[in-house]
């Protein structure tokens, strides 16, 4: 059977997608863009996507379970 999978190109300059972009941000505990271009290659071009990936980040921590303070 054929499954379809859905994401959005953020960065066309390196073909890096939204999913890429969250999958990064959830298994390397990313919160800024710096250490996200560490890992994945964006905005070196155009920079058109920041804003964009902004968000992304943005969303992502803000699914992160909260913890609380601990003893």
Do not use: W
Not at 4 to 27: E, G, H, P, W
């Amino acid at each position: 059977m054929y499954q379809r999978v859905l994401f959005m190109y953020v960065c066309l300059c390196n073909a890096v997608s939204d999913k890429t972009i969250r999958n990064a941000v959830r298994q390397h505990h990313i919160h800024s863009i710096r250490e996200l271009k560490c890992i994945v290659p964006l905005g070196r071009d155009c920079g058109k996507c920041i804003r964009r990936v902004r968000e992304l980040i943005n969303e992502e921590i803000a699914q992160l379970p909260k913890i609380d303070k601990v003893a």
